[in-house]
């Protein structure tokens, strides 16, 4: 039906199947925090904190 072309196409761009070891090298993790992140992340958690604590001292108040 498409004469040949597609045939043509597959031998011009092969399919790559890339294996996931080639990704080894990525970090999941950030192993250095910036001062500002580590500023963020601190700020984040004493808000948390705060509020997981008013939270347990309503109820405990009822």
């Given at each position: 039906?498409?004469?040949?072309?597609?045939?043509?196409?597959?031998?011009?761009n092969?399919?790559?199947?890339?294996?996931?070891?080639?990704?080894?090298?990525?970090?999941?993790?950030?192993?250095?925090?910036?001062?500002?992140?580590?500023?963020?992340?601190?700020?984040?958690?004493?808000?948390?904190?705060?509020?997981?604590?008013?939270?347990?001292q309503?109820?405990?108040?009822?």
């Open positions: 039906m498409d004469n040949g072309q597609y045939e043509k196409y597959r031998l011009e092969p399919v790559v199947n890339t294996p996931l070891s080639t990704y080894d090298h990525i970090e999941v993790f950030v192993t250095h925090l910036t001062k500002v992140e580590l500023v963020v992340c601190i700020v984040f958690a004493v808000i948390a904190g705060y509020a997981v604590f008013r939270v347990i309503k109820m405990f108040k009822k």
